[in-house]
């Protein structure tokens, strides 16, 4: 059976927010462009974002590492969000594995965002139905694009091709050659989901960070203690005036 996922190489991944705002764009139509300062979200922020990137420090300082994590549904092999639906909403395909909600029968109960313990599904407050990653699965199975354009948005997005999309059940897919050859991992297999999806872990640079190299000797102002002089020094409001 065939089992389509991504895997998101952490090596790679710059934090950028691309994949969360094509996410949007393409599945949720929400604005994706640069926010507004004044009041961006407006009184009432309401939406949903299938992705989102976490971002966090690890380590202590100064021997820090920032990463920046990506995750939306993993669509699980085993996927305890599907039985806990009373109305058979949630739903595996059995042609690809893509995990799904039938908007139609979705009542909105939540039981199954309570399921899943990656917490990958958000409520639609508007349209009062369960929502989450599809994978793209109008995008990828539409013929009439290009064939090169059948990727879920947020991998054709990635500036740095941290995202890969194929078939983790055939074993020379692009996602399963980086699984096996780059110690591609799941989270958290003591819930026995069998996430599809995978990560490729970051890869540590060892870097050795002297004291002196954290005191800044080239900055100009600091020179003999003294600063340099301003060229508009003792110039008044009424020098620029025209
Ligand atoms: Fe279900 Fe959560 Fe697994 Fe997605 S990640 S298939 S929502 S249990
Ligand atoms: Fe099923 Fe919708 Fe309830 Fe989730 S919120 S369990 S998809 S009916």
């Given at each position: 059976?065939?089992?389509?996922?991504l895997?998101i190489?952490?090596?790679?991944c710059?934090?950028c927010h691309a994949c969360v705002t094509s996410c949007k764009q393409w599945n949720?139509?929400?604005?994706?462009?640069?926010?507004?300062?004044?009041?961006?979200?407006?009184?009432?922020?309401?939406?949903?974002f299938f992705n989102r990137v976490?971002?966090?420090?690890?380590?202590?300082?100064?021997?820090?590492?920032?990463?920046?994590?990506p995750k939306s549904?993993?669509?699980?092999?085993?996927?305890?969000?599907?039985?806990?639906?009373?109305?058979?909403?949630?739903?595996?395909?059995?042609?690809?594995?893509?995990?799904?909600?039938?908007?139609?029968?979705?009542?909105?109960?939540?039981?199954?965002?309570?399921?899943?313990?990656?917490?990958?599904?958000?409520?639609?407050?508007?349209?009062?139905?369960?929502?989450?990653c599809t994978l793209c699965?109008?995008r990828?199975?539409?013929?009439?694009?290009?064939?090169?354009?059948?990727k879920p948005a947020c991998v054709l997005a990635c500036p740095?091709?941290a995202r890969l999309f194929?078939?983790?059940?055939?074993?020379?897919?692009?996602?399963?050659?980086?699984?096996?050859?780059?110690?591609?991992?799941?989270?958290?297999?003591?819930?026995?989901?069998?996430?599809?999806?995978?990560?490729?872990?970051?890869?540590?640079?060892?870097?050795?960070?002297?004291?002196?190299?954290?005191?800044?000797?080239?900055?100009?102002?600091?020179?003999?203690?003294?600063?340099?002089?301003?060229?508009?020094?003792?110039?008044?409001?009424?020098?620029?005036?025209?």
């Amino acid at each position: 059976m065939t089992q389509l996922a991504l895997v998101i190489d952490l090596n790679v991944c710059v934090g950028c927010h691309a994949c969360v705002t094509s996410c949007k764009q393409w599945n949720t139509s929400g604005a994706a462009g640069p926010l507004v300062d004044d009041q961006p979200y407006g009184a009432d922020p309401t939406g949903t974002f299938f992705n989102r990137v976490q971002t966090f420090e690890v380590g202590e300082f100064p021997n820090t590492q920032t990463v920046h994590f990506p995750k939306s549904c993993l669509h699980c092999e085993d996927p305890p969000c599907v039985p806990v639906c009373p109305t058979g909403a949630s739903y595996k395909r059995k042609e690809d594995g893509i995990v799904l909600v039938d908007y139609d029968k979705c009542i909105g109960c939540k039981y199954c965002s309570w399921a899943c313990p990656y917490g990958a599904r958000e409520i639609d407050e508007e349209r009062k139905v369960m929502t989450k990653c599809t994978l793209c699965v109008d995008r990828i199975t539409d013929t009439a694009l290009p064939a090169a354009e059948r990727k879920p948005a947020c991998v054709l997005a990635c500036p740095t091709h941290a995202r890969l999309f194929g078939d983790v059940h055939d074993p020379e897919s692009v996602v399963s050659v980086a699984i096996r050859e780059r110690g591609g991992y799941a989270l958290m297999p003591e819930w026995n989901t069998r996430p599809a999806n995978h990560y490729l872990p970051r890869r540590r640079t060892e870097l050795t960070v002297h004291a002196e190299d954290l005191v800044r000797v080239d900055n100009p102002l600091k020179i003999d203690g003294s600063r340099p002089e301003s060229p508009q020094q003792g110039l008044g409001r009424e020098d620029f005036a025209t």
